[in-house]
């Protein structure tokens, strides 16, 4: 059995290299792919494997618990109000508590505090910061020496302030931070914190060094 090819000039010829007598060249034809992968995904069937839905039991959530108390905030005018129709209009304690709007149960404990009191003072609202706390010794005469200091020596230290407030109030003894606070608050002078330096840190070579650093 002889096996012809193409020699790649044309020519058909057999394994020996000699010519073939004679031969039939069939038609050809353009083959055509059974499938490609593109459409072996667009056709492929999926199977998906589906859980079965867990059953959940649903509850109602608690109900939130409302706040059934209200607490009342009464002023020291209030509380002044009250002890007028006390006193003045000669009123029942419910009745003063009733004209005043206040809580008579509250009202009871404002008596109950005014009695204990020997001063005989209408109780007043307490807040933190007054809390048995002794009331301020200044007043206007010294908000006015105050006042009247720093204009003359406006680079004083609150130290300076206090010294002399001791020195020309005979009998003051107050803090530091009393002073301030008055200052502050009643005087309405502005403070400023110095910080002091040693001479070697501004000193020209620190400088110069500092500043090719």
């Keep these: 059995m002889n096996i ?9 010829t057999d ?10 060249v069939d038609p050809s034809f353009r083959l055509t792919n059974l499938t490609n992968l593109r459409k072996y995904i ?12 867990i059953d959940t039991v649903m509850s ?3 109900a939130k618990k409302e706040r059934t108390t209200v607490y009342n905030t009464y002023s020291d005018e209030d509380r002044k109000r009250y002890f007028f129709f006390i006193q003045q209009k000669l009123m029942t304690p419910s009745e003063a508590a009733a004209a005043a709007n206040v809580n008579y149960e509250t009202a009871r404990k404002w008596v109950t505090e ?15 910061r007054t809390i048995n706390r002794p009331p301020s010794q ?23 302030a206090v010294n ?18 008055f200052m502050k608050k009643e005087c ?18 620190t400088l110069q060094l500092r500043k090719e650093f």
Excluded at 114 to 128: H, R, S
Aim: avoid cysteine; aromatic fraction near 6%; charge should be negative.
């Design 60 to 62: 109602d959530a608690p």
């Design 188 to 205: 309405n002078l502005s403070l400023k914190v110095v910080s002091r330096h040693p001479v070697a840190r501004n000193s020209e070579t």
């Design 15 to 24: 394994e020996s290299g000699k010519e073939a007598p004679a031969f039939l």
């Design 4 to 12: 012809f090819h193409e020699d790649g000039r044309g020519n058909i």
């Design 42 to 53: 667009k056709n492929a069937k999926v199977v998906a494997e589906i859980e079965p839905p």
């Design 138 to 160: 200044l007043n206007e005469n010294h908000k006015a020496y105050l006042t009247d200091f720093y204009d003359e020596n406006p680079t004083a230290t609150i130290q300076d």
């Design 114 to 128: 005014y009695n204990k009191d020997p001063e005989k003072k209408i109780p007043t609202k307490k807040t933190n």
């Design 164 to 181: 002399k407030l001791t020195e020309d109030f005979e009998g003051l003894t107050i803090k530091k931070s009393r002073v301030a606070e």
